[in-house]
């Protein structure tokens, strides 16, 4: 059994769907850019948003960081809460807290934000750290996320094969993946978030979870 779970937030925990990608297109009206079918959005949930304008709308640095600004003043008012906790997520924390699994959150969304989903779903208790991004741009991939959540831990010196024996990052896209592999964690992805069709699987992930269910007893083998 795993004695360590690092959990990503967006398509993991909770469906933020409807609240990232209105705010996308909010951003994105701000350069005249109308985007009405919402599906083609759903690639920013999971990467950082100054990676995903720059990729998928051919916005500059400065751009990007401008979209950023014009999507947090909708998001943070507004689109944080339109969200939805999956069915199961709750039960699935408190057995593996209850087993005596250390929990924590990494997540690439800024920690202000993090911190107050999990609070407004009342699921901020099970874990024992919660990291995120800074809301200036610092710490804004996975893998930066990553280390210090081991850092918070206290086991970012744990030797490499203990540590990808005892510790797990589960996340539904590539980036969570490559943050566990990284730092030598097992990664686990689960299949009802937001990754494209073979992206799991093309990056390594070890396991993957098709349901809430299948990921519960996967993390509590042995328990």
Excluded: W
Excluded at 33 to 46: Q, S
Excluded at 108 to 119: A, D, G, H, T
């Amino acid at each position: 059994m795993f004695q360590y779970c690092l959990f990503d937030l967006d398509g993991t925990l909770t469906d933020p769907k409807e609240g990232i990608t209105k705010s996308v297109q909010h951003a994105l009206r701000y350069f005249n850019i109308e985007e009405p079918d919402i599906k083609k959005l759903e690639p920013f949930i999971g990467p950082p948003l100054k990676d995903s304008f720059m990729e998928f709308y051919g916005l500059t640095q400065a751009q990007a960081k401008k979209a950023i600004e014009v999507y947090r003043e909708r998001f943070a008012p507004i689109g944080v809460l339109e969200n939805k906790i999956f069915p199961g997520t709750a039960s699935m924390l408190r057995r593996a807290k209850e087993s005596g699994i250390h929990l924590a959150v990494a997540s690439s969304k800024p920690e202000c934000f993090v911190r107050q989903i999990l609070e407004h779903f009342h699921i901020s208790p099970y874990f024992e750290v919660i990291v995120g991004s800074e809301l200036d741009g610092t710490r804004g991939t996975k893998e930066e996320v990553v280390e210090e959540a081991l850092r918070q831990l206290g086991i970012l010196a744990m030797e490499a094969a203990q540590r990808h024996e005892l510790c797990a990052m589960i996340g539904d896209r590539k980036f969570d993946i490559q943050g566990a592999k990284a730092h030598g964690l097992t990664g686990i992805g689960v299949r009802f978030g937001y990754a494209a069709e073979g992206e799991l699987e093309a990056e390594g992930a070890e396991y993957i979870a098709e349901t809430m269910e299948e990921l519960e007893k996967l993390l509590l083998r042995g328990a």
